[in-house]
């Protein structure tokens, strides 16, 4: 008997090996042959065409769905104002890929990406004679007022003198003013290069690649993050563009907003909604074109903000950038940008075809 062709944007069942416990899980990983072949079966069995022969193209983007930010063993783990707030988007993005499967042309997984001195992180600063302690804020008065000052070993690595390295810091934290971003936050190492930490989940990696093998989709991943003199929280630019030493400017990512403009629909996900998914959204607001504005679906119960409990007092939070989030999602929503529940079929989304 011949499959049953299935129609665009018809949901899925979840297939039956996926296990919502591998979703709080950091050693999990999926076995990929294993994966293949399972792929393959279900394409067969429902159906599944290409993803290039897709009349409507709907690109997701997956912001920074690493282990860091979506496991409580993660350097950064967002666990929002609830504590579990990555752990449930892991488990509420994994079954939305899978339930619309047919419906989702190409996935873009961003990767932030650092090295262990950056202006973020506490190993570029001094405060005194040591490093500063992480989860605070760097203002401009403190830079000029002498409170911290960056560590000028790391200056040759750039190519450039310690004179010069202090220089372009000012030069960055103006532009954090000017712009009226956030405040430049030392956080603790995170996503370095070759940890573990940097990995995707492996619920949403299995769910990419299943989805790549069951559509012939090639699966696109982008780098973001690596320019020690800017933050990167944005998949599309840095926060302010600083000349980085040797290092060429940072930019917009040509290859990664052509594929977007060639979207009819993009869908965005991941962590964490206070800072890389909304800056991500920001800058798309000033890159796509109008037309393509109004059909950005942003998954609000797949994104959690960063909220830093106080272990001193129980309840309260040392930073709480939920407040930020909220806000930001209403911009969004005003803007034109579609602020859906994954739990929504693709064909119930406003303003679809």
Request: overall charge negative; charged content about 25%.
């Amino acid at each position: 008997m011949s499959a049953i062709p299935t129609p665009r944007g018809h949901e899925l069942p979840v297939p039956d090996f996926y296990d919502p416990a591998h979703a709080e899980q950091w050693e999990y990983a999926p076995g990929q042959e294993s994966l293949f072949e399972r792929a393959l079966a279900w394409r067969a069995a429902h159906g599944l065409r290409p993803a290039a022969e897709d009349d409507r193209k709907v690109h997701m983007v997956l912001v920074d769905t690493q282990k860091d930010f979506g496991l409580r063993r993660g350097a950064l783990y967002v666990g929002g104002r609830s504590g579990r707030g990555a752990l449930e988007d892991n488990d509420r993005t994994a079954r939305f890929i899978y339930r619309n499967l047919a419906a989702l042309t190409d996935i873009t997984c961003t990767l932030d990406t650092h090295f262990p001195h950056q202006v973020f992180f506490s190993s570029f600063w001094l405060e005194g004679e040591r490093p500063p302690t992480p989860h605070q804020e760097v203002t401009l008065a403190d830079l000029r007022g002498g409170r911290l000052r960056p560590n000028p070993a790391v200056a040759p690595g750039l190519g450039i003198d310690a004179a010069e390295l202090e220089r372009r810091v000012e030069r960055y934290l103006e532009g954090l003013e000017e712009r009226g971003r956030y405040a430049l936050y030392l956080w603790p190492p995170h996503c370095l290069l070759g940890s573990d930490g940097h990995a995707l989940v492996g619920v949403l990696h299995e769910a990419r690649l299943f989805h790549a093998y069951a559509r012939v989709a090639p699966s696109w991943m982008e780098v973001k993050g690596t320019q020690p003199l800017s933050e990167n929280y944005s998949a599309v630019a840095p926060e302010v563009e600083i000349p980085q030493g040797r290092q060429p400017l940072p930019g917009l990512r040509p290859a990664l907003a052509a594929r977007l403009a060639e979207a009819d629909a993009i869908v965005v996900a991941g962590q964490a909604a206070s800072h890389c998914v909304k800056a991500t959204l920001e800058d798309l607001l000033g890159v796509l074109p109008e037309r393509l504005i109004k059909r950005v679906y942003v998954l609000r119960d797949c994104m959690s903000s960063v909220a830093v409990p106080d272990a001193t007092r129980p309840g309260e939070f040392l930073f709480d950038f939920t407040p930020q989030a909220e806000a930001a999602l209403e911009r969004f929503r005003a803007a034109g940008m579609k602020i859906v529940d994954s739990t929504l079929p693709v064909t119930a989304w406003p303003e679809q075809g």
